[in-house]
C-alpha cells in the first residue's frame, strides 16, 4: 500500500464532540491497519517465534515447560508489544496526520488515548486470543491458561499505555526502536511480575482475585496518567521536529 | 520570595555561588568521607555476624542511599522544567543523571561484592538488589534519551516527561519486586538487620553518607557550571569570565 | 583499633579482597569521576575561548590577515 491511500482524519474544527472525535480517530486507526495487514500479522509471528525458541533452546522437557511457560508468554507477548509500538506514532508523524491531530479543539490525551486504545485491538488482544494455544504447546494445565489469558487481558493495555509515552518520546529520533525498548522495559517490569506472579498462585490452588484486583489498579493508574504522559512528550517531540 | 526564585533560575548568579561554595563542598566532603571510611575500616568492631565483610556498608550504604535520592532530585527538577521552564532546572538534570548512574553502579558492584562472603554467591535477585539493577536502568534510560535529542529545549522537557514516569514507578517496582521476591525465595537470603546498630558502628556511617553527600553536591556543581559555560557562550558575562575573570 | 596488626587489617580474617576490592572499584569510580567533570569544564572553557577568538579575528580582518601571516611563516621555516 502506498501513503496516498491512507484514509484522512476528517475532523471539522468545532462541530465534533470529544467522544466523536476519538471514535474517528480510533476507526481511522483500524482502517489504516487492515490496508496494511502485514503490519498486523508480524507481531502475532514474532510472538509465535519467540516462545518456539525456549523449548529449542532451553529444553523440551514436561516439567520445564509447565513450570516456565506462563513466564515464556508473558516475555514474549512484552516483545511483541515492544516491537509494535514504533508503529504507534510512526506513519502519522511522517505524513503530517499527528500534526493535525495536535492542533484538533478536542483534549490530546483522549485522541492518543483513542490511538492507543486502536493499538492494543490490533496487537494486545490478538495476542491475548492466540495465547490458550501456545498455552497448550508448553503444557500449561486449563485452569492456568484461562488465568494467564486474564492476565494478559488486563495486562496488554498496561503495556500499550506505558508503550505510548515511550513512543510519544521517541519519535522522529535516530534509532528510535532500539532507544524506544531501553526506556520502557524497566517500567513493564512490575506488569511482568504480577503477570506472572498471579498465575504462578494460581498454579499452586491459591486464590488470584487480590492479584487481579491489584494488575486491575495497574490499568487503572496507566488509563489515567499514561495519556497525559503521551499526550505531552508527542507536543515535545513535534516541537523538536 | 519571588525575587529569590527569579534569581535562583538566573545561570549566571548560580555560577557565581557554586564557585563559592565549591572549596566548602569538596573540602568538607573529602574530610567527612575519610573519617567515616577510615573509622568504619580500622576502628568500627566486628559485626557478630557477618565478620570483617560488613565493613563494605560504609560505602555500599551512602552510593546506595545517594543514587535514591539523586533520582528524587531529578524529578523535583524535572517538575521545576516542565512547570516554570527554569533553566537552571533542566542543567541540573542533564549534569546529574550521569553521577547518578555510577552511583548506583557502585551500590550494585559493592552489594554484589559483599553478597559473596554473606550469601556465598555473587548475586541473588534479593529485593533491593533487584529494584537497584532496575535503577540502573531508568537512568540509563535519561541519558541515553538526553543523548538522543539534538534540540536542547526539547530534550530537557522529553527528559522531564521520563524521569517523572520513572518516579512515578519507583514505588510501584519496589513493592512488586518485594512481592516476588518473597514468592521466590522464602527470606532466606536477607541482610541482616540488627536491632540497634552500635554507636560505633552508625556514627561512621553517618559521616560517610553525609561526606558523599557533599561530594554530590560538589560534583553537581561543577557539571552543572560546565553545561552554563556550554550553553551561554553568547552571553557578555560568561565571555568577560572566559577571557578575563579565569576563576 | 579494631585489628592488631597491619597484615591483619589487610586480610581481615579472609574477607580482605571483598572489602578492599570494593574500596578499590570506589575510589577509582569517583576519583575518575571527579577528574572527568573538571577535565569537562575546563575544555568548555578552552571551547569558548576559541570561539571568542574566531569571532574576534572575523570582525577584525588586520588581525586576521596578520594571524594569517604569521602561519604561513611558520610553516616556511619548518621547511
Known amino acids: 500500500m502506498n501513503a496516498d491511500c491512507r484514509p484522512t482524519l476528517t475532523l471539522r474544527q468545532d462541530s465534533v464532540g470529544a467522544l466523536a472525535a476519538m471514535q474517528a480517530v480510533f476507526t481511522r486507526d483500524m482502517k489504516v491497519a487492515f490496508r496494511q495487514r ?33 513466564g515464556i508468554l508473558w516475555v514474549a507477548a512484552l516483545l511483541s508489544v515492544l516491537l509494535s509500538l514504533d508503529h504507534l506514532f510512526r506513519h502519522d508523524f511522517d505524513d503530517g496526520t499527528l500534526e493535525q491531530l495536535v492542533l484538533q479543539p478536542q483534549p490530546l490525551f483522549l485522541l492518543v488515548l483513542a490511538k492507543t486504545a486502536a493499538h492494543w485491538v490490533l496487537t494486545g488482544l490478538p495476542l491475548v486470543v492466540l495465547t490458550p494455544v501456545l498455552g497448550v504447546m508448553v503444557h500449561l494445565d486449563g ?99 | 520570595m519571588w525575587q529569590f526564585f ?43 555476624l557477618q565478620g570483617n565483610s560488613y565493613r563494605i556498608i560504609f560505602i555500599h550504604v551512602p552510593t546506595a542511599f545517594l543514587a535514591q535520592s ?29 553521577v547518578g548512574l555510577v552511583l548506583t553502579f557502585l551500590s550494585l558492584f559493592t552489594g554484589a561484592v559483599w553478597g559473596k562472603p554473606t550469601w556465598g554467591t555473587w548475586w541473588v535477585w534479593d529485593a533491593r538488589l533487584t529494584s537497584m539493577l532496575i535503577l540502573l536502568f531508568l537512568y540509563g534510560g535519561v541519558i541515553a534519551l538526553d543523548r538522543a535529542i539534538n534540540d536542547e529545549k526539547s530534550a530537557a522537557r522529553a527528559v522531564s516527561v521520563l524521569v517523572l514516569v520513572g518516579v512515578v514507578n519507583i514505588p510501584i517496582i519496589q513493592y512488586s519486586v518485594e512481592w516476588w521476591n518473597t514468592l521466590h ?19 561512621p556511617l553517618l559521616l560517610s553518607v553525609l561526606g558523599l553527600y557533599l561530594l554530590f553536591g560538589w560534583l553537581a556543581c561543577l557539571r552543572m557550571q560546565t553545561e552554563i559555560l556550554l550553553r551561554e557562550q553568547r552571553t557578555r558575562w560568561v565571555k568577560d569570565y572566559v577571557l578575563v575573570g579565569r576563576g | 583499633m579494631a585489628f592488631d596488626s597491619f597484615s591483619a587489617f589487610m586480610v581481615m580474617e579472609g574477607h580482605g579482597p571483598y572489602v578492599w576490592s570494593c574500596y578499590a572499584a570506589f575510589f577509582l569510580l569517583m576519583i575518575g569521576l571527579m577528574v572527568w567533570s573538571l577535565r569537562r569544564r575546563k575544555a568548555a572553557i578552552e571551547a569558548c575561548r576559541r570561539g571568542y577568538e574566531l569571532q574576534a579575528d572575523r570582525q577584525d580582518p588586520q588581525a586576521a590577515s596578520a594571524s594569517a601571516a604569521s602561519f604561513t611563516r611558520v610553516k616556511v621555516s619548518q621547511d
Open chain 1, 143 to 241: 485452569n492456568s491458561i484461562g488465568v494467564l489469558c486474564l492476565t494478559l487481558l488486563i495486562g496488554t493495555p498496561v503495556l500499550s499505555l506505558i508503550g505510548s509515552i515511550g513512543a510519544a518520546l521517541t519519535l522522529g529520533l535516530r534509532s528510535a526502536g532500539v532507544l524506544l525498548s531501553l526506556l520502557i522495559i524497566p517500567l513493564y517490569i512490575p506488569v511482568l511480575i504480577f503477570g506472572t506472579g498471579t498465575v504462578a498462585s494460581a498454579a499452586e490452588g491459591a486464590p488470584v482475585g487480590a492479584y487481579l484486583a491489584l494488575m486491575g489498579a495497574f490499568l487503572v493508574l496507566a488509563l489515567t496518567l499514561a495519556p497525559f504522559a503521551s499526550a505531552a512528550a508527542l507536543r515535545i517531540s513535534l516541537s523538536n521536529g
Open chain 2, 70 to 98: 539523586v533520582y528524587v532530585m531529578m524529578a523535583v527538577a524535572a517538575v521545576v522544567t516542565l512547570v516554570w521552564r527554569m533553566k537552571l532546572a533542566d542543567v541540573f538534570v542533564k549534569s546529574v543523571a550521569p
Open chain 1, 38 to 70: 502485514q503490519d498486523l500479522l508480524n507481531p502475532l509471528l514474532f510472538f509465535v517465534m519467540v516462545v518456539t525458541l525456549f523449548p529449542l533452546g532451553v529444553s523440551p522437557e514436561v516439567s520445564f515447560l509447565r513450570e516456565a511457560g506462563a
Open chain 2, 6 to 48: 527569579h534569581k535562583l533560575g538566573s545561570p549566571k548568579w548560580f555560577f557565581g555561588i557554586a564557585a563559592r561554595l565549591m572549596p566548602w563542598l569538596l573540602a568538607g566532603g573529602i574530610l567527612l568521607l575519610m573519617a567515616g571510611i577510615v573509622w568504619g575500616l580500622a576502628f568500627a568492631p566486628k559485626d557478630y
Open chain 2, 185 to 203: 525465595q522464602p527470606s532466606t537470603f536477607k541482610l541482616t538487620e540488627k536491632p540497634s546498630m552500635p554507636a560505633e558502628m552508625w556514627v
